[in-house]
């Protein structure tokens, strides 16, 4: 279903499933993230920009997908990379978010115990 946008259209699939319960990057890895991200053109669930890899980010910057949702329990907010800012979207299909017994941040037990700090020092630019 092609979604209108300020004139701009763009691909989003109601119909096509999350690709997991977690970032597909980061469980290829072994890595955690701290929020999830669900592209609406393809289904590829991906961390958010507040954690390390940033690969929700990364895969519109590769695609061209420009549309996600978050894949977080109870959200159901819509983002547009191509605009910068929040839109709204059509219903996606199910499951609408990661597991509500998941850990956030996850998974827990690929969690460092100095998780914070390295968040921190990736924010400032030393990771």
Not at 22 to 49: N, P
Not at 73 to 83: S, Y
Not at 94 to 110: E, F
Request: with cysteine; net charge negative; aromatic share 8%.
């Amino acid at each position: 279903m092609a979604y209108e946008r300020n004139g701009a259209a763009a691909q989003i699939d109601t119909a096509v499933a999350p690709s997991g319960t977690g970032c597909l990057e980061c469980d290829r890895i072994g890595g955690w993230w701290v929020h999830l991200r669900r592209c609406a053109a393809c289904g590829h669930v991906g961390c958010c920009d507040s954690s390390l890899h940033r690969h929700s980010t990364a895969h519109a910057e590769a695609t061209g997908h420009r549309y996600i949702q978050s894949f977080e329990p109870g959200e159901d907010w819509w983002w547009d990379f191509a605009l910068g800012e929040a839109v709204q979207g059509p219903p996606l299909a199910p499951p609408t978010s990661h597991p509500a017994d998941q850990s956030v941040p996850g998974p827990a037990d690929r969690l460092p115990e100095d998780w914070e700090a390295q968040l921190d020092a990736a924010r400032r630019g030393g990771a």
